[in-house]
C-alpha cells in the first residue's frame, strides 16, 4: 500500500513523492426538477459548466491526460443513501465549488457535501495550525445575503471579481442570455483561475470518506438562520498543572487545552467552535473556571457543550465546582471527556481519573442519547472527535428547546380564539416557532411532533 504527504500527494516505494492526480474540485449544486413530462434536462446547463470549467482547469494544470480535473454528480440522489463515490471523491478533492441558489441551501444532501468537505479542511487546520479557506462558491442564481445560512454568509469571497453581470443575474443568467455570452466565459474562466489558485495555495490533505448516514448538514434545520451553542472547557493552564503532569497539552488559559498534542498543533475548543459554527451555529467558548452557573430555577438561555479533561478533577475547587455544576439537573448540556490514549500519562492514570470522573459528575455522565453517553465517556482521537460532536450538538439543542421560556404571542382585544395557539420560542429571532405543549409549558421534543421546527 503507498502512503499519502499530508496535501495528498503519493509517496512511491522509493520514498519520492509522486504525482497528486486529485480532482481540482468538486461541483455541488441542487438538481432541478423536470417541468413537465418529457422535458429538456434542467441540469444540462450545470453539466456545461462543469465541462467549461475543466477545460480551463486542463489547460492552466500539469494534469495528464485521463486525470479528473473536477467532479459532477449527474445522478439524481435521494435519502436511501450515498454512494461511495461521492464519499471518496469529497475526501480527496482539492477544492469544493458550491452552486449558491434557493434550492441549493434548502437541500439537505448539499448540505451534507458541504460539511463533510468543511470538516477535512477543519482537520487540515488543526494537524497543520494553517488556515485552509478551500471552498469557493459560485453563483448559481443572485442570493440575497441575509438568505444565506451561517456557513455560507462567513464565507470572504468578493463574487464581483467575476463581473457586476455575474452578481447581478449569476451563472445561470449568463449561460441562458446569448448577448451575455462573453461575461459567462469571462466568469467561468476567472472562476477556474481562482479554483486553481485556491488548491495550490491551501493543499488541504486528503481525509477518510464520511458515513451518510450519520453526517449532518451544514445549513442546519429550517430555523431562518444561525443558532445559539456554548462550549465550556473544564482543563487546567500550564499554571495550575497536577504535580508531574507534562505540560505539552496546556497553555495560559484553559481553552488552549490541546488533548490530541501532536496529532494536533491547535487547541480543541477552536477546532470545536470551527466544527459546530460549520453546523449553522453561533458558537462561543470560554473557561469553567471563570464561568458562573446560571440559576437553575431560571429556564436555559442557551444550549451548551461542556469539554473535560479528567485531569482538570486534580483540582479540588475545580472537583468541587463541578460536582456542585452535576448535582442540579442540566438536560441541555451535554459533556465531551476528549481522551488522548497515546499520552503516556493519561494511559497510565487512565483507571483512577476514569473513577474520579464518574464519581463527581455521575449525572453528567449517564444522562441523554446513547451518543451523550459515549462522548461522556472518551473520544481517543481527532477524528472521533469529530465524528460524535455534531451527534452531542444535536441533542443538548433539542433538550435546550424542550426546556427554554415560551412567550404567548399577543393576542387582539376580544379575540375570542379558543384553539391551541402557537407560541414564540426561543429561536423565534432566528424564525422558528412552537406549539404549545399540554404540560408544564416546555416545548415538545422535535423528533415526537412535525409541529416543532414549522
Known sequence: MRAFTQD????????????????????SYAHTPRYGAGGPDPDMWVERLFRDLCGHVMAMTDLPAGAPAGFMDREIRSGEGWSERLGEVLATCRVFVPLFSPRYFASEMCGKEWYA????????????????????PALWVPMPPEQLPGPAERLQFNHRAFGDRYVTD???????????????????YELAKRIVSVADTTRVGSGSPVDYRHAPSAFGKPT?????????????????LPEGRAPDYYGKQSQDWNPY??????PLAYMAQDLVRSLNYQATVSSFDHETPPDISLPPTRPEILLVDR????????????????AQPRPWVSVVVPWNREDPQS????????EKLERTMPHQMQQGRAACRAAARGVFSMEAFG??????????????LRHAAVYPPAQPPGSGRTERVRLRGPMAEHGTTQYAPKTRGIVPDAEDTDDSQS
Open 347 to 354: 494511559r497510565i492514570s487512565e483507571a483512577a481519573l476514569v
Open 170 to 188: 449569476g451563472l445561470y443568467g449568463l449561460i441562458k442570455l446569448r448577448i451575455f455570452a462573453e461575461e459567462y466565459e469571462a466568469a467561468v
Open 387 to 400: 465524528q460524535i460532536l455534531p451527534q452531542v450538538v444535536e441533542s443538548a439543542a433539542q433538550e435546550y
Open 117 to 136: 468537505f468543511a470538516q477535512r479542511a477543519i482537520y487540515h487546520q488543526a494537524k497543520s495550525n494553517r488556515s485552509a479557506e478551500a471552498i469557493v
Open 224 to 240: 431562518g438562520g444561525p443558532r445559539p451553542m456554548h462550549l465550556t472547557v473544564a482543563a487546567p493552564t500550564s499554571h495550575d
Open 8 to 27: 495528498g500527494g503519493r509517496v512511491s516505494e522509493s520514498g519520492q513523492r509522486a504525482a497528486d492526480h486529485r480532482p481540482y474540485f468538486f461541483l
Open 261 to 266: 498534542h501532536p496529532d494536533s498543533a491547535r
Open 311 to 326: 485531569w482538570a478533577l486534580e483540582d479540588d475547587e475545580r472537583c468541587r465546582r463541578l460536582a456542585a455544576f452535576d
